[in-house]
């Protein structure tokens, strides 16, 4: 007796027979569940005795696990079995110097280069503030700037402190400034300048009266008094 096909339930015979999911199927009934379109046994996919497409095979989904006393509990567990762990490799690798996760030699490599980083930025920003905010930046001297004069070809011979004439405009220093070059008088806030004579408008001649010295200096650096 011939076995009844698994879709239109008629008899199926050797020739067209296809042995398939626990049925016998005609082959032209042997076709998705969805779509109809014909099926072979290279290409089918079964979801509970039927086939199907790879298009339209059924999408396995998640079952809703019920949040019950007894889930609770299991849940419960489970975290104070985490904290324990946890505590446990805390107390074996506290004092080695670096931490299982965080604290990699290769974590401790870059912390190390971020301090020699910040170190730099920290000892620019210190040299920056040594200068006020508002203190003008000097004007860039040229060859054009130093007055003509045939001493200065000559090797220059440090100048002995003089005192300067008596009277005559006095100016004092807004901010402090450090000698670059050797003909150059540095100055800090607050002091005397005398004999001041003007080389450009942007770099004098003048005595520092604290140190001693006559040299060139800012114009922007000093006001008259």
Known sequence: MNPPCGRCKKPVYPTEKINCLDKFWHKGCFSCEVCKMALSMSNYKGFEKKPYCTMHYPKSSFTIVTDTPENKRLKQQTLLNSQALYK???EK???KG????TDTPEMQRLKKTQ?????IKYHEEFEKSKIPSDAPPPVNRSEDDVPCDPRLSQPPVQPRPVAPPAGGPRYQALYSYTAVEADEVSLQEGDLILNVETIDAGWVFGFNQRAGKRGMLPANYIRPI
Not at 98 to 101: G, L, Q
Not at 115 to 119: A, K, L, N, V
């Open 98 to 101: 670096f931490s299982v996760v």
């Open 115 to 119: 301090e020699q980083i910040s170190d």
């Open 88 to 90: 446990e490799d805390f």
């Open 93 to 95: 690798n506290k004092g």
